[in-house]
T-cell receptor
Framework: DSGVTQTPKHLITATGQRVTLRCSPR?????VYWYQQSLDQGLQFLIQ???????AKGNILERFSAQQFPDLHSELNLSSLELGDSALYFC????????????FGPGTRLTVT | AQKVTQAQTEISVVEKEDVTLDCVYE???????LFWYKQPPSGELVFLIR??????QNEISGRYSWNFQKSTSSFNFTITASQVVDSAVYFC????????????FGTGTRLTIIP
C-alpha cells in the first residue's frame, strides 16, 4: 500500500457525461500528479500540482481539468466524455518537487459506454 | 524531448531462471532520473527504484539488480531466480532532474514466469 488513495475504484458512465476522480496523497506529500493509462497511448502524464498550484502540464485535453485543494487532495474533472477516454487514471504523490520518488495510487478505472 | 524504449513487449521464462528487461532512453538533459515500476495483475504501480544520472553504480536489492550505462543510454533490470510473483508488467521511466517532474514511461514489458 503506497498510502495514496483514489476514489472511486471503478466508474462506468456514458458519452457526453462529466465525472470527477478524487485523489488523497500520502500524508505530508505536497505534490500530486495525474497520469492516464490507455491501451492506445500507454502511460501518459497529464498534470502536476504542487501545494495547490499547477506546476506542469502534459498531454491533458482541454475537456479535462484538475485542482488541488488546501488540504492537498486533488480532483481530476473529465467532461464531454468520449469512448476514447476509457482508461485507468492514476494519481501519484511525492514529498516535494525534484529529488523525490512518485508513489502511485491504485487507480480509477473509467469506462465510457 | 524525452523518450523511453522498452523493445521487449513480452517475455516468458521458467521459474528460477534469470531474466533481464531492457530499457533505452533518450534525453537532451545532462541530469535526469531513471525509474522502474512494477504493475502486477491487480493494476497498481509499484515503485522499484530511482537512479540519478550522476550515479552509474549498479544496484542490487535482493533478487533485483539494475545496470545503468550512460554511454549506451540504458538502464536494464535483472531478476535473478525468478518467481511466479514476479509476473507483472514492468515500466521504465525517465524524468528531468529539475523543474518539470513528469515521468515519461516506456511501453512496458509483460513478464510471465512459468511455474
Amino acid at each position: 500500500d503506497s498510502g495514496v488513495t483514489q476514489t472511486p475504484k471503478h466508474l462506468i458512465t456514458a458519452t457526453g457525461q462529466r465525472v470527477t476522480l478524487r485523489c488523497s496523497p500520502r500524508s505530508g506529500d505536497l505534490s500530486v500528479y495525474w497520469y492516464q493509462q490507455s491501451l492506445d497511448q500507454g502511460l501518459q502524464f497529464l498534470i502536476q500540482y504542487y501545494n495547490g498550484e499547477e506546476r506542469a502540464k502534459g498531454n491533458i485535453l482541454e475537456r479535462f481539468s484538475a485542482q488541488q485543494f488546501p488540504d492537498l487532495h486533488s480532483e481530476l474533472n473529465l467532461s464531454s466524455l468520449e469512448l476514447g477516454d476509457s482508461a485507468l487514471y492514476f494519481c501519484a504523490s511525492s514529498v516535494d518537487i525534484g529529488d523525490y520518488e512518485q508513489y502511485f495510487g491504485p487507480g480509477t478505472r473509467l469506462t465510457v459506454t | 524531448a524525452q523518450k523511453v524504449t522498452q523493445a521487449q513487449t513480452e517475455i516468458s521464462v521458467v521459474e528460477k531462471e534469470d531474466v533481464t528487461l531492457d530499457c533505452v532512453y533518450e534525453t537532451r538533459d545532462t541530469t535526469y532520473y531513471l525509474f522502474w515500476y512494477k504493475q502486477p495483475p491487480s493494476g497498481e504501480l509499484v515503485f522499484l527504484i530511482r537512479r540519478n544520472s550522476f550515479d552509474e553504480q549498479n544496484e542490487i536489492s535482493g533478487r533485483y539488480s539494475w545496470n545503468f550505462q550512460k554511454s549506451t543510454s540504458s538502464f536494464n533490470f535483472t531478476i535473478t531466480a525468478s518467481q511466479v510473483v514476479d509476473s507483472a508488467v514492468y515500466f521504465c521511466a525517465l524524468s528531468p532532474y529539475f523543474g518539470n517532474e513528469k515521468l515519461t514511461f516506456g511501453t512496458g514489458t509483460r513478464l510471465t514466469i512459468i511455474p
